[in-house]
DNA sequence: ACATTAATATACT
DNA sequence: AGTATATTAATGT
């Protein structure tokens, strides 16, 4: 298991007032980028961050057999990336958009100048860090010590609560997600993730449409949440 | 209680 | 049609 792990949850949209996104806009190039496009790379190593405005990110590792390890997935509102003071992200990743999204390029100048003129936003950033790290712990010991249907239903909660939206008894995962995300992102391996899936789905636990789940039951997601 | 392998099926582009 | 993703079964630790 790496100790490092990324630090990449940063949802600062819901914090950002309109004025502020504005200026966001006029200051930063934002692009639209392809479903598919590589964005980040060991190769291709932008010394700035990104404001991922509109769509979801994959970040992921590759071994040295060549397989995909995704670490993140990332929505609207989060910032990813790194430059020489300090990262987002481990240095050796893979950024990825999973649909067609709509990016900001940040420098570290203008990112460090907009945290100090925004002292509200810095400390929601601190919040969504620290949020992050929670949930990392959440994992680590859910690996070590959890079944595996037991960590996917922590994933499903973290995922939620971060992405998903309530309505009713059920909430909505709320990212595109492959039982390959889901294995790796909980130490598992596709074939038995998709067993555990097709369990919780019969126990009425979770609902989904075809490769793609859908929602979790709320309650189930309380009670992981008690641990 | 899983992982791994392999074979098969289904869905996406 | 070709590729990606998911399911199912068999076997091993």
């Not at 509102?77 to 709509?102: K, P, R, W």
């Not at 959890?146 to 939620?160: D, N, P, T």
Request: with cysteine; aromatic share 8%.
């Amino acid at each position: 298991m790496d100790k490092l792990r990324p630090l990449s949850q940063i949802n600062l949209l819901d914090e950002l007032p309109e004025e502020e996104l504005k200026k966001i806009d006029e200051v930063t190039l934002t692009a639209p980028i392809k479903k598919g496009t590589i964005i980040l790379s060991p190769a291709q190593q932008m010394r700035s961050l990104f404001f991922l405005k509109k769509g979801q990110v994959r970040l992921f590792k590759v071994s040295s057999t060549g397989k995909e390890f995704t670490v993140d997935l990332l929505s609207e509102g989060n910032v990813f990336g790194e430059t020489s003071s300090f990262s987002l992200t481990e240095s050796d990743i893979y950024a990825e958009t999973m649909v067609d999204s709509f990016v900001c390029t940040l420098t570290k100048e203008r990112f460090e100048e907009f945290l100090r003129q925004n002292p509200d936003i810095s400390l929601k950033f601190i919040t969504i860090l620290t949020t992050k790290l929670k949930e990392m712990y959440q994992i680590t010991e859910s690996i070590a010590y959890k079944e595996v249907k037991y960590r996917i239903l922590l994933l499903f909660m973290q995922l939620s609560n971060r992405f998903g939206v309530r309505s009713g008894e059920w909430q909505t995962v709320g990212v595109k997600i492959t039982q390959h995300d889901i294995a790796s992102m909980i130490g598992s391996s596709r074939e038995t993730v998709s067993l555990f899936l097709g369990e919780l789905e019969k126990a009425q636990v979770i609902t989904r449409k075809p490769l793609k789940i859908n929602t979790v039951l709320a309650k189930e997601l309380y009670e992981v949440e008690e641990g």
